[in-house]
């Protein structure tokens, strides 16, 4: 009996139609048979015997379906009988138990109409072949009924499984073959068993007569008992199967959400990507449940060897220099490398190798090409670069769909496999991408965010620049030091915006200083023309360049200066384009991030960077000490127009 779930595409309504219609004009031949064959309460008997016997299913959670030994009386009234009444016999078996469960119209139709085609015709098959009349008119030899009694039980099985299967796969879109295969085909020893209990039942009634049926009872009992036991342990160990694809998707899903909490830019990533990969995957008719299964898996981890990449590459907010891309792409191997440790029972390795592989060679790490790159790497690849594109990082803003998908137009047939790409363009919309965290996980994830923001890692000490630093830099430190021990913050910080201008004309910038109590950093003094635009700004701790600087105490050059402005960059006048991010460090401890901006996007030197980054630690020690000095310190914007108080050099 078929079980449909909840929802109804187009093809499964088409074809229950066709089903119900066809079933409806066999009853219909049916009732007109049935009506003239001979000692109706034969048949009425066997009919009721097959609804009683019909109540005692066996149900099984693992498909949608289930099975009765009311078989063994359907078999004998056909047999005996003919198709007629048979096929009304089993159609009312399936239509009663429907009604009363209340089942939905399409569904007690379906029920009706499917075992009453599969035995209308399995009992038209049984006496062409053995070309006699029913056999409550006559007893051929036994031996002559062997091979249409066997064809009788391979069409009767064939028809009721087939049809059901086909049912169930519309209804859950998954492969009918592959339901019947792993649900139905197993259950034809029933079969054959019901129709060999037949037929010892027609020669027990043709010995004696009708009433000779209630010794076979018994042992339909002892049959029932032995199905159930075989299916109830076939029921465990496929719960027991389950229950091990939970844990190993469980440990997945938690060493993917470890590597989440290392990458600041791509929390969630994984999870969508998983999505749409599964969604592509049963687009592309594949199957198989293990490559499904291993795509599963694999687009939860083919970022795991990012755990071998330095977070401040990883979480670098610009373009990596050839050298960082370089330490980004051993993610692959070291990645495939960890996972292939794990031993899963379906093959995950091989695409998370392969994820970066390009459909015409041109890829990492090995130059892989066409067919030869494993379906889920070339379904992995494309939805990873389609949810990169479409999300925000701290480096762009996300692209519209339909930008993203002009770019996995212009790479197909180059880096992506054209057929994976065409597909998903057609059903992406369709794909299903729900809540990509739990409230645990997402708090989870946040704490060690926050632990890893936190966390101050010593720095090598500052070099010794009194002896080749140019005179204006050695007056710089000169002052610096001066200040640390008799300037107050304020001071400090104009004082060393005043230097930087000379020593970068024409910049703007900002000290960003830690707030007491909170992950942010607040503009504590601004400089440079665009000074008024930057004033008041603040960052999160690991947000936008500033933040990104901070919380991995390495500096950016020659971002875009909207990445860590927005608005604030184009509210200036001229906007402002280009940035540089200096971390400012006190022993292990960050004092302060030094942002400089610029009208254009490369208007920072090698030169400037590395003159900056040396004296950035001893105004760290300056800034430090200043505020160590001064009561009840508060980080507040500077006003415009405060008066500058130098220290003299003597």
């Known amino acids: 009996m078929m079980t449909p779930a909840s929802s109804s595409p187009r093809a499964l309504r088409a074809y229950l139609t066709v089903v119900v219609t066809a079933g409806a004009l066999v009853l219909v031949l049916s009732a007109i048979t049935a009506a003239r064959t001979p000692h109706p309460l034969g048949w009425l008997a066997l009919a009721a015997l097959a609804m009683l016997t019909g109540s005692f299913r066996l149900n099984f959670a693992s498909v949608s379906a289930n099975i009765a030994i009311d078989d063994t009386f359907l078999f004998t009234a056909a047999l005996l009988f003919g198709p007629g009444p048979a096929a009304l016999a089993i159609a009312a078996g399936g239509f009663i138990p429907s009604w009363r469960r209340r089942k939905p119209a399409r569904q007690i139709a379906f029920n009706t109409a499917a075992p009453a085609i599969s035995m209308w015709v399995a009992t038209q098959t049984f006496f062409i072949i053995a070309r006699i009349p029913p056999l409550a008119q006559t007893m051929p030899p036994i031996a002559s009924l062997v091979m249409p009694l066997l064809a009788f039980t391979v069409v009767h099985f064939a028809l009721n499984s087939g049809l059901i299967a086909i049912a169930v796969g ?139 990449v330095p977070e401040h590459i990883l979480n670098k907010p610009g373009k990596l220099t050839d050298a960082e891309f370089e330490k980004m792409k051993r993610h692959v191997d070291v990645g495939a490398d960890i996972l292939a440790l794990v031993h899963f029972p379906y093959p995950v390795e091989p695409i998370v190798r392969c994820h970066h592989e390009n459909w015409d060679g041109s890829g990492y790490p090995r130059g892989v090409a066409g067919e030869a790159i494993p379906i889920g790497a070339r379904i992995l690849s494309v939805v990873d670069c389609f949810d990169a594109l479409t999300s925000d990082r701290p480096y762009r803003g996300r692209m519209t769909d339909d930008a993203a998908l002009d770019i996995l137009r212009e790479r197909s047939g180059r880096m992506y496999d054209p057929r994976v790409v065409d597909e998903f363009i057609r059903v992406y919309r369709n794909i299903p991408v729900g809540a990509a965290e739990s409230i645990e996980q997402r708090a989870v994830m946040q704490r060690i965010t926050q632990s890893r923001h936190e966390i101050e890692t010593p720095q090598d000490p500052a070099p010794d620049v009194t002896t080749s630093a140019p005179g204006n830099l050695l007056a710089f430190v000169s002052l610096s030091r001066l200040v640390s021990g008799e300037g107050n913050i304020d001071d400090v910080l104009a004082l060393s915006s005043k230097l930087i201008a000379d020593v970068i004309p024409g910049a703007s910038g900002a000290w960003y200083l830690p707030e007491a109590g909170s992950d942010r950093l607040v503009a504590a003094e601004t400089f440079g023309p665009a000074a008024a635009a930057l004033r008041g700004a603040s960052i999160e701790v690991g947000e936008r360049l500033t933040g990104w600087v901070a919380a991995s105490r390495q500096p950016i050059v020659n971002s875009d200066a909207a990445l860590d402005l927005g608005p604030r960059a184009h509210a200036a006048s001229p906007p402002l384009r280009g940035c540089m991010s200096i971390p400012v460090i006190a022993g292990s401890s960050l004092v302060a991030v030094l942002s400089l901006y610029a009208e254009v996007q490369d208007a920072f030197t090698g030169d400037q960077r590395r003159l900056v980054q040396m004296v950035a630690p001893h105004l760290g020690g300056a800034i430090q000490a200043a505020r160590a000095a001064t009561p009840a310190c508060q980080v507040v914007p500077m006003e415009k127009g405060r008066e500058l108080r130098l220290v003299a050099n003597r």
């Open 170 to 308: 519309l209804d859950t879109r998954q492969s009918p073959i592959q339901i019947w295969r792993g649900h139905f085909q197993w259950l034809s020893i029933g079969y054959f068993a019901a129709a060999s209990l037949a037929f010892c039942l027609i020669l027990l009634i043709q010995q004696a007569s009708l009433v000779a049926m209630v010794i076979v009872v018994p042992l339909l009992a002892v049959f029932h008992l032995t199905l159930r036991s075989s299916f109830g342990r076939a029921e465990d160990a496929q719960q027991h199967i389950k229950d091990m694809d939970r844990l190993y998707l469980s440990t997945v899903e938690t060493l993917a959400m470890a590597i989440d909490a290392k990458d600041d830019v791509t929390h969630s990533h994984v999870r969508r990507v998983q999505a749409y990969a599964k969604g592509l995957a049963g687009a592309l008719g594949i199957v198989d449940e293990l490559t499904l299964k291993a795509i599963e898996a694999a687009a939860l981890l083919h970022d795991t060897g990012k755990l071998a």
